[in-house]
């Protein structure tokens, strides 16, 4: 009997052990974060986008609230921006695959902003070729850059992690005359056009000719606030008028959904960016503080849009401090109008 108790034991020792280490393999796999899975969606005759989430980069969208797109030519694709972490990059090297087998040949950085280039290291993996506006280079040697990644681990953690690297272009751009860079591919034509010193110091907008259409970066957005920070609106207002000029039919934004009625969907950004020059600039004449002119100004036309808690105050205060300046130039160039 004892031997028969001794046998059942160990009998049951070896069934339980590998059933214990079965739950615990399983539990691990069912804490194994899921890697994003996006879906291009059409826009024009050659190009598809990838619509970002509302809101700011956080574990709940996996760091996926910005656009990107894609142009499908005869000889290779070229990409706009790549998202906001490695894994959202592999995700859109995994989607344009299922839309074509034309290799990925060009990415064009809109800006260098963590939301716009995170997922470059996939395309680099791809064998694409990165180009950006040359002003990109003093962001990637900043401080602001090593700070914003350092962020970045924390708030996308796992998404943004050790692994992570800040990739600089292969080609730098230069638009020393001003004038867009042209070029053809795969039988279809791009500009891409120089709007430096807008939303960011190294901003630029792409072209696709023949489908008159606009990749127009953090420019343009449709149906929420702009994150404005410390941008130079002046140049911003200017380079939303040369948007303009291009007679686009279709824009994609950096956030927000495609426009098809570029004109009337521009005017919400416009004329936010007008409206703080005017209250921020009156301020500054009444030598009022900041927190004294943020609390007069009567913003219930733009609170009901999305952004507005999170970008306001601080849309606010970088032209606040922007007007200031501008009061200081010994020749101020006139402030743009409605």
């Given amino acids: 009997m004892r031997l028969f108790r001794m046998m059942s034991a160990r009998l049951h020792r070896a069934w339980l052990v590998p059933l ?44 996926f609230m910005s656009n990107a797109g894609f142009v499908v030519t005869g000889d290779g694709v070229l990409v ?15 989607a344009i695959r299922g839309v074509t087998s034309q ?66 272009a292969d080609r730098w751009l230069s638009f020393g005359d001003g004038r867009p860079i042209a070029f053809e591919m795969g039988g279809l034509h791009f500009r891409i056009i120089d709007a430096g010193g807008a939303h960011a110091p190294d901003d630029i907008m792409l072209s696709v000719d023949e489908d008159r ?3 127009a970066g953090d420019l343009f957005f449709t149906g929420r606030l702009p994150f404005v920070g410390d941008a130079d609106s002046r140049i911003w207002l200017a380079a939303l008028d040369r948007m303009l000029a291009l007679a686009p039919a279709v ?32 301020a500054v004449a009444n ?16 609170a009901g849009y999305p952004a507005f808690e999170q970008a306001n105050r601080l849309n606010a ?22």
């Fill in 213 to 215: 259409l606009l990749f």
């Fill in 251 to 282: 824009v994609v934004p950096g956030h927000g959904d495609v426009s098809h009625a570029p004109r009337k969907d521009l005017d919400l950004t416009r004329s936010y960016l007008l409206y703080l020059r005017k209250t921020m600039g009156e």
């Fill in 80 to 94: 706009f921006d790549s998202l906001g972490t490695p894994a959202l990059g592999e995700a859109m090297v995994k």
């Fill in 20 to 63: 214990l280490l079965t739950g615990v393999v399983q539990g691990a796999v069912a804490a194994a974060p899921q890697p994003p899975v996006l879906t291009p969606i059409k826009v024009s005759a050659h190009a598809w986008f990838f619509h970002g989430q509302p809101g700011v980069a956080g574990s709940d969208n996996k760091g």
């Fill in 287 to 302: 030598l009022d503080s900041f927190d004294e002119a943020y609390a007069k100004v009567d913003w219930s036309a733009y």
């Fill in 103 to 168: 290799p990925i040949r060009r990415v064009i950085v809109s800006h260098y902003h963590a939301d716009h280039f995170y997922g470059l290291q996939a395309f680099k993996a791809a064998g694409a070729e990165v180009w950006a506006h040359q002003n990109g280079r003093a962001y990637l040697a900043s401080d602001t850059a090593a700070l914003r990644l350092a962020q970045r681990k924390e708030a996308l953690k796992p998404w943004v992690d050790e692994r992570t690297r800040l990739l600089p």
């Fill in 317 to 338: 205060y970088g032209t606040f401090l922007l007007m200031e300046k501008e009061s200081l130039e010994p020749n101020p160039k006139p402030s743009p109008q409605r």
